[in-house]
């Protein structure tokens, strides 16, 4: 896996503008950008390419959104494992120090 900058997830998607990658994450139907420096996102190559397995499928936009929710779980989830491996170490203080801040943006429980 490798985290995609938003060049790379226009050629990708087909979508052809900045505007179009963030009115689908508005929507539901595209998952949201992970921060990887102070002023740069990117998005996960896997959640990318499963939406367009998806979207060539011919699925639905409800189904879409299903999966968008499922991938942002996925993060959530990943993240905790990371937190109790962490807390398992006792190296959560250097953790939190790193900076590791998902952008979910779609509530704690996720």
């Known amino acids: 896996m490798s985290i995609l900058r938003m060049p790379s997830v226009k050629s990708e998607t087909g ?3 900045h505007a179009s990658i963030y009115n689908a994450v508005r929507e539901g139907l595209f998952t949201k950008p992970v921060q990887i420096g102070q002023r740069a996102v ?3 190559s ?3 390419l499963a ?3 998806a979207r060539i499928a011919g ?3 409800d189904q879409i959104r299903t ?3 499922q991938l942002h779980a996925k993060r959530a989830n990943l993240a905790k494992k990371m937190e109790e ?3 398992s170490n006792n ?3 250097s953790w939190q120090d790193s900076s590791f801040e998902p952008v979910l943006g779609m509530g704690s429980d996720i």
């Open 46 to 48: 896997d959640e990318v």
């Open 51 to 53: 939406i367009n397995r």
């Open 85 to 87: 491996n962490c807390l």
């Open 91 to 93: 190296r959560l203080s």
């Open 15 to 17: 979508f052809r503008s």
């Open 42 to 44: 990117g998005w996960p």
């Open 59 to 61: 699925q639905s936009k």
């Open 67 to 69: 999966l968008v929710y």
